[in-house]
């Protein structure tokens, strides 16, 4: 069984202390190790459409460069990312290949509905659509990545109006750079392996038990001495069968690939980058395509491509061209995705019925199918998808009008195709017994034999056009710098979804999502230590009626730089030392998914309805109004404040820290307060809510001196943030603990758990049954859940459980809490990299089969060995078992909740270089070789699996082994 551990008080802290660092303080040298060399210092800050000297940044950012996260092998961009950016929170999204993407949040929840606080994704100043792994900004790989910048205050992301509420991550690409031929090949080799496979009781703990719960809830036992006798000896496998599910579908490794090679150079007049990226993985299953022609075995494959290229057109006139994409296929037995085998190996019990009857037919009845039959039998399926990127934009200085104006334009057009390939067919299964004579009677066959039968689907579509135009002008005059940009974009989004019953339709799938944006930027540096900036954009969306699709978004923030006064030019301990505040206005649109009738809220719309006439009640068709129109719905709205300080100490030490306050408003809620359901009609969804979110920012980094032959650094981020709901617009509440207002977002409610039922309970239940509250329709035996009583007006006990009783339990599942330690060193021709993550404030809750045992007719967990029965009443830790879906014991309860917090080794590499003189030998720059692993361990305080998916595709660990060669 897997370890538990408490998470120690020092270590959180010790994690506190050593910090990731924020782009706008990066004032020395990268503490970052490479093959080759110490990163030079970050000169200048993508600060959205446009950089500026990291000096004179006064926004909120947090910055990671793509040879960092090169050292973790993920087929997902968002999976590199934990722990390595200060105020970003990623939470797994699982582990099966091509099908998981994590979520990012940007400190943290600030919005009602998980669904409208995703941030802004921009690859190359250029948006970038979709959702899950149609995410373009998912499917880039690391070696094609400058850096990913994190924007997270208003003044940073003010000029991307009603779309930058919830955060902006900036991706910029790596361009070419002016010099000879350089190449760069990587391959790295390894396999996969779960990190945690659920555990279930064998055959015999199962009958056991069972007998156990059927005597509980009154009924006669179904297992005799005989049957458990032949359980536990195994004598008898074919009608007293034990199977490990699991361990018939799965393997215990799966080889993992990957390939890169880079190309870069050239001169004054065309630079270039290419980069192509190549990577397996074989998934967990075992190679049923070797055993079935008509299955397929599991992999995914994914390709990418880049080619960047810059070029002078003229003396004042450049082009920049890039064109990217990602090609991925994945192949899986049974259906596209596991989710529905996950679900069957987790409810099936080991004795239900063997793999093979002895004819060797498959084995199963009408309750379950067979695991193995089902990756056999009924086909396979595979998904192809293509993304593309491309972009070209036209750059003119015009300093014949103006010295430091220049204009470009620029189009992007993208696109993402997905469809799906169905080969499927059906199989026969038969459930055994055994005949007086002791000979197999079967069953008749539940299923019948077909052939395969193939379908061609589209699952996912969409293309986007954008149009952009910029006027910028930079200058110093003496002690003066200044810089302006004036902005336009436009884009079109067509999202035609899926074309089949595979996943919901994008609703109004076919009409295009359109935004128009003009921004404006102006900064201004005195003495290099007196900054401002004042920001703004001016946005409109298609969703919202005429008249209210403009909406004006402004910021500001100011710099000064202590370090350059003369009272601190001559301190030896403090070398640069910048306080920074922002306050400004964004918006977020993201409102369709949070409760809107449609798309076009502020439109009426009809449908169902209908009447019935005479006396045979004669059904007419007809129309009815749907939720009345709202002319006035409009976007979200955030109030942002940030105040800040960056500082460098002793040369080597690098701090930087961010307080955070932001008051969103305007938000998207059901009218349950303020118009009554006896009014007869369907109330539309209004812009009432209101939420806050406050917290703060803490990045530290130390670098060691670079001229030793020992080099090395650490680095932490500190993430914390604390939301609340202010107001919902809520309908009345018997129970006060009900309301959302006051409570986290995303707070759990539910029934709070205070033992169990005892003997004596029960017992003063039949004499008394007032004093002893029922729960739903559910009997109460001895054993069972008891719950805390205050549904009553006040909160005083009403002597029933209901949903009156509930109040809020845990905290939501995103940790409020995070850290972030990345550590390193170079010895000579020997280097190592490290990165782990901590999270607390967390919740997670234990349900379905994996936990409840015999529920929906499932097997049982060694969680419940514990359980209460009248010999283990004052030590049990789970409720009496009942072989019913029991209606008391498996409400959700604090009973089923753990604490969520981890302390996690996302990645680890130790690599040696060869030395120059052998290198050069073989005429190479560098060579070298390096073991990488990822996701390593985990200390946590869940025993059953991993705190961040406990059901599911296994979460992985990853090891592989690596070749590094440049030219």
Known sequence: MKRTYTIPVFLVLLLGVFGNVHAQQRTGQL????????????????????????????????????????????????????????????????????????????????????????????????????AGPSNAFMQLVPEEIETITVLKDASATAIYGARAANGVVLVTTKAGKAGPLRISFTTRQGFNQAQYVPKFLN???????????????????????????????GTDPVFHPDVNWYNQVLRPTAPVSSYNLTFGGGDKFVRYFVNLNAITSQGLFKKFGDMNDESSNSNYAKYNFRTNLDVNLTQRLSAEFKIAGS?????????????????LLAQLPPNAFPVYNPNGSFGGNALYANPVGNMLATGFFTNNSRTVLSSLKLTEQLDMIAKGLSASVSVSINNYFESGSRKSKQYPRYSISRGVAGDTIYSPAVGQLTSLAGAEETLD???????????????????????????????????????????????????????????????????????????????????????????????????????????????????????????????????????????????????????????????????????????????????????????????????????FNRDRYDIVVASASTTPLFSGIVTPNLNQGKANNKGFDVALRYNATQKKDFQFFVESNFSYFKNKVVFNAEAIQLNSRLYAA??????????????????????????????????????????????????????????????????????????????????????????????????????????????????????????????????????????????????????????????????????????????????????????????????????????????????????????????????
Do not use: C
């Open 31 to 130: 503490p970052t190790l490479d093959s080759v060399a110490v990163f030079p210092a970050l000169a200048v800050t993508n600060i959205g459409f446009g950089n500026l000297p990291t000096q004179r940044v006064t926004s909120a950012l947090s910055t990671v460069y793509g040879s960092d996260l090169e050292k973790n092998f993920s087929l997902n961009l968002g999976n590199t990312l934990y722990g390595r950016l200060a105020g970003l929170s990623v939470t797994q999204g699982g582990s099966e290949p091509g099908a998981s993407t994590p979520n990012l949040f940007v400190r943290g929840v600030n919005t009602f509905g998980a669904a409208g606080n995703a941030p802004l994704y921009i690859i190359d100043g250029y948006i970038s659509n979709g």
């Open 203 to 233: 055959a015999y703990n199962y009958s056991v038990l069972y007998n156990e719960a059927l005597s509980n809830d009154g009924l006669p036992t179904r297992y005799t001495p005989a049957d458990l006798d032949a359980y536990q000896n």
């Open 327 to 343: 090609f991925e296929q994945s192949n899986n037995p049974n259906n596209y995705t596991t989710g529905s085998t996950f679900g």
């Open 461 to 659: 579509q969409y293309r986007s056009l954008i149009f952009q135009s910029f006027l910028n002008y930079k200058r110093t005059v003496g002690k003066n710098d200044i810089s302006a940009m004036l902005m336009f974009n436009s884009d079109n989004v067509t999202v035609f979804g899926p074309a089949n019953d595979l996943s919901t339709p994008t609703a109004n799938s076919t009409d295009p999502y359109k935004h128009n944006n003009g921004a404006a930027r102006f900064t201004y540096t005195y003495n290099n230590k007196y900054l401002a900036e004042v920001s703004a954009g001016y946005m409109g969306s298609d969703i919202f009626a005429p008249g209210q699709r403009y909406g004006f978004f402004p910021a500001a923030s100011v710099g000064w730089v202590l370090s350059g006064e003369k009272f601190l030019s001559n301190n030896k301990t403090i070398d640069f030392l910048k306080l920074r505040g922002s306050y400004g206005l964004v918006g977020n649109d993201n409102i369709v998914t949070q409760g809107l009738s449609s798309r076009y809220a502020y439109t009426a719309t009809f449908g169902g309805g209908g009447y019935f006439f005479g006396t045979g009640n004669t059904a007419v068709g007809g129309f009815a109004e749907n939720a009345i129109a709202n002319p006035n719905v409009t976007w979200e709205k955030e109030k942002s404040l940030n105040i800040g300080v960056d500082a460098t100490l002793f040369k080597n030490f690098d701090l930087s820290v961010d307080v």
């Open 742 to 967: 006051g409570n986290a977002i995303g707070q759990p409610i539910g029934l709070k758990a205070i033992g169990f039922y005892s003997l004596e309970d029960i017992a003063q239940r039949q004499l008394d049954p007032k004093n002893v509250p029922g729960v739903l329709s559910e009997v109460i035996k001895a054993g069972d859940i008891k719950y805390q009583d205050i549904g009553g007006p006040d909160g005083k006990p009403d002597g029933i459980i209901d949903a009156n009783d509930r109040m809020p339990i845990g905290n939501p599942g995103l940790p409020n809490l995070s850290l972030g330690l990345h550590t390193g060193f170079r010895y000579k021709g020997f280097d190592a990299d490290l990165v782990f993550q901590a999270v607390t404030g967390n919740t997670v809750y234990l349900g379905g089969n994996y936990f409840q045992a015999f529920q929906g007719n499932g097997q049982v967990a060694p969680i419940a060995l514990n359980r209460w029965t009248p010999q283990t009443a004052a030590t049990a830790d789970y409720p009496r078992l009942s072989s019913k879906d029991n209606l008391n014991n498996y409400q959700f309860s604090t009973f089923w909740q753990r604490n969520g917090s981890f302390v996690k080794l996302r990645s680890a590499e130790i690599g040696y270089s060869l030395p120059t003189a052998l290198s050069d030998r073989v005429r190479l720059k560098t060579v070298r070789f390096f073991v990488n692993g990822t996701n390593l361990f985990s200390l946590d305080r869940v025993p059953y699996g991993d705190p961040e998916t406990l059901t599911g595709y296994p979460v992985t660990r990853t090891v592989t082994l690596g070749l590094k060669v440049q030219l």
